[in-house]
């Protein structure tokens, strides 16, 4: 017999543990970023970590933020993703980026974002534009920052 339900970790546990988890694949001296994708269902659908492009060569081009040459993990987990209808979930080690947060709302079968650590875009913070968070808000996709 199982203990108490309240011992076992939730979905978003689960989800963060996972991209977590897929963020030790990452070969970025800098940060290694991993992303898991479940479908309503909570079953995992995709991943991905932050990686170069198939049979490049698996290192940063530069150390300036947005200069790594990398495509990001959840990009990854996106392409990557046996889509099993819609209302998903992507749980991502770091908040999305811009353009990534684009690219989520462009799959449109993403309605929630959950990270684990905030990242600010230097040049966008400096410019007064909005974050990837902002922007997946914006598009009427919930984001939970669980830290």
């Given at each position: 017999?199982?203990?108490?339900?309240?011992?076992?970790?939730?979905?978003?546990?689960?989800g963060l543990a996972t991209a977590a988890l897929w963020a030790t694949r990452s070969a970025d001296a800098k940060?290694?970023?991993?992303?898991?994708?479940?479908?309503?269902?909570?079953?995992?659908?995709?991943?991905?970590?932050?990686?170069?492009?198939?049979?490049?060569?698996?290192?940063?081009?530069?150390?300036?933020?947005?200069?790594?040459?990398?495509?990001?993990?959840?990009?990854?987990?996106?392409?990557?993703?046996?889509?099993?209808?819609?209302?998903?979930?992507?749980?991502?080690?770091?908040?999305?980026?811009?353009?990534?947060?684009?690219?989520?709302?462009?799959?449109?079968?993403?309605?929630?974002?959950?990270?684990?650590?905030?990242?600010?875009?230097?040049?966008r913070v400096e410019s007064g534009l909005p974050s990837g968070a902002q922007i997946l808000t914006a598009a009427?996709?919930?984001?939970?920052?669980?830290?």
């Open positions: 017999m199982s203990g108490p339900t309240s011992s076992r970790p939730s979905f978003d546990d689960l940060v290694q970023v991993g992303a898991c994708l479940l479908d309503h269902n909570n079953r995992v659908v995709g991943v991905g970590y932050n990686g170069r492009a198939a049979g490049e060569p698996n290192e940063r081009e530069s150390m300036e933020q947005g200069l790594s040459g990398f495509i990001h993990a959840e990009v990854n987990a996106l392409l990557a993703a046996n889509w099993n209808g819609e209302r998903h979930t992507l749980y991502v080690t770091h908040e999305p980026c811009a353009t990534c947060a684009r690219l989520i709302v462009n799959s449109r079968r993403v309605v929630r974002v959950v990270y684990a650590t905030a990242y600010a875009e230097q040049a009427g996709i919930q984001v939970d920052a669980l830290t």
